[in-house]
């Protein structure tokens, strides 16, 4: 097989989200005294279940926050305006990316294809100090269009002007990341999570980023 260019998902794969939202949401509780009357274990358990590994946006987020804890003092927009500001600052890679990553980059095109909006996407790339690592940056809410969407990862593979066939996919999601792309006409690794047991058929499974590297040379072969 042949492969010419390696994709990735961001939110779980190369960015741990969870370590991330963790580390913001305890920041920004100790920021805003509003909250201090509710205990922060409580607070920040509560977020997270909120916000669904990111599925629900913050607004409505944030809406149920001040609701259930009976803040009055602050306004629902203060609160997504600092997430939107700050978010990014918080942000946690998995261990092994920047290698993996300056490692692949001496041999193939390398893109990331993330669900999400870009005015958080983005700065998290940035933060993690990668965004010029990668020939393309495709995030959902710019491109119109979202995993698993096959339309999205074809887009991809004529960016970098390579065959559908000759492009890896590597996400955590069996379905919008590994599904979507095999679908679309790219090989795929699923990256192992604790929030699915199981896979849709895929190319390799890793626990770790540096476990794409012996997988990988495998499918070259």
Known sequence: MNVRAVLFDLDGTLLDRMSTIRRFIAAQF????????????????????????????????YEQLLKEFNVTSLE???????????????????PGMKE?????????KLGIITNGREATQLPSIKSLGIETIFEIILISETEGVKKPDPQIFRRAAELLDCDISECLYIG??????????????????????????????????????????????????
């Open 30 to 61: 100790d920021r805003y005294p509003a909250f201090h009357k509710v205990d922060k274990q409580t607070f920040c358990q509560r977020f997270e279940q909120l916000d669904a590994n990111g599925y629900v946006w913050k607004d409505t987020v």
């Open 76 to 94: 629902v927009q203060e609160l997504l305006d600092d997430y939107l500001d700050r978010y990014s600052e918080y942000s946690v890679p998995y």
């Open 100 to 108: 993996l990553l300056h490692r692949l980059g001496d041999k193939y």
């Open 172 to 221: 955590d999601h069996p379905f919008n990341d590994v599904e979507g792309a095999k679908q679309a006409g790219m090989k795929a690794i699923w990256k192992k999570s604790g929030d699915w047991e199981d896979c849709y058929e895929n190319d390799g499974e890793i626990d770790g980023l540096l476990d794409v590297l012996p997988i990988l040379e495998k499918l070259v072969k």
